[in-house]
């Protein structure tokens, strides 16, 4: 199985500053033939499920605000969130949807306003 | 709109079985993988499980396999996950959620999640 790394763990940033999440694989998820990370991240607010921020390791999906972005390629990713507000507190989650299953998460990274 | 409704909560003893269900609407359910995620108490999120209603090609987790029975009926657009002997580790969230194209893809709609309590 590929397993997912995320640091840190827990994250604290001002208003306004920027945050940034990191994302580790044990294994490259980019695929070669068509040239894409199969990553994907997630948000998880208190109480709710997880909701799809980005795939293809930086594709927004439709509706995410634009401070949310992704980087990375092979076996090292980024989750940036330019400018942090208020709602962005929750938890963060990376996924691998590389090859065959199972695809795994990373351990989650829980953000805070400092 | 795409939607899955869960099932409710289930509060339910060790040894017993169980079935908790995800109800497909707003898309064509036999054409897209739907999976499952266990969530335990104050922890992250882990893979279980897929199937393909066209067929009910499924994978396992080999976390999950042989624990959990995941299927689904065409008829009413309906997954399910199933326990044929609970015990107080499966204790958690379950969230049903749809793969967005092809088995290897994300995750794009996500259930409400239902809740399983085993407690003696």
């Known amino acids: 199985d590929i397993v997912m790394t995320q640091s840190p763990d827990s994250l604290a940033v001002s208003l306004g500053e920027r945050a940034t999440i990191n994302c580790k694989s044990s294994?490259?998820?980019?695929?070669?033939?068509?040239?894409?990370?199969?990553l994907a991240w997630y948000q998880q607010k208190p109480g709710q499920p997880p909701k799809l921020l980005l795939y293809?390791?930086?594709t927004r999906e439709f509706g995410v605000p634009d401070r949310f972005s992704g980087s990375g390629s092979g076996t090292d990713f980024t989750l940036t969130i330019s400018s942090l507000q208020a709602e962005d507190v929750a938890l963060y989650y990376c996924?691998?949807?590389?090859?065959?299953?199972?695809?795994?998460f990373g351990q989650g990274t829980r953000l805070e306003i400092k | 709109e795409v939607q899955l409704v869960q099932s409710g909560a289930e509060v339910k003893k060790p040894g017993e079985s169980l079935k908790i269900s995800c109800e497909a609407s707003?898309?064509?359910?036999?054409?897209?993988?739907i999976g499952w995620v266990r969530q335990m108490p104050g922890k992250g999120l882990e893979w279980m499980g897929i199937?393909?209603?066209?067929?009910?090609?499924?994978r396992y987790s080999p976390s999950f396999q042989g624990h959990v029975t995941i299927s689904a009926d065409r008829s009413i657009s309906t997954a399910y996950l199933q326990w044929s002997s609970l015990d107080d580790s499966d204790t958690a969230m379950y969230y049903c959620a749809r793969h967005e194209g092809g088995s290897s893809s994300w995750l794009d709609y996500w259930g409400q999640g239902t809740l399983v309590t085993v407690s003696s």
């Open positions: 293809w390791a930086s």
């Open positions: 294994q490259s998820v980019l695929y070669s033939s068509n040239n894409k990370n199969y």
């Open positions: 199937i393909y209603p066209g067929d009910s090609d499924t």
């Open positions: 996924q691998q949807y590389y090859g065959t299953p199972p695809y795994t």
């Open positions: 707003g898309y064509s359910f036999t054409s897209y993988w």
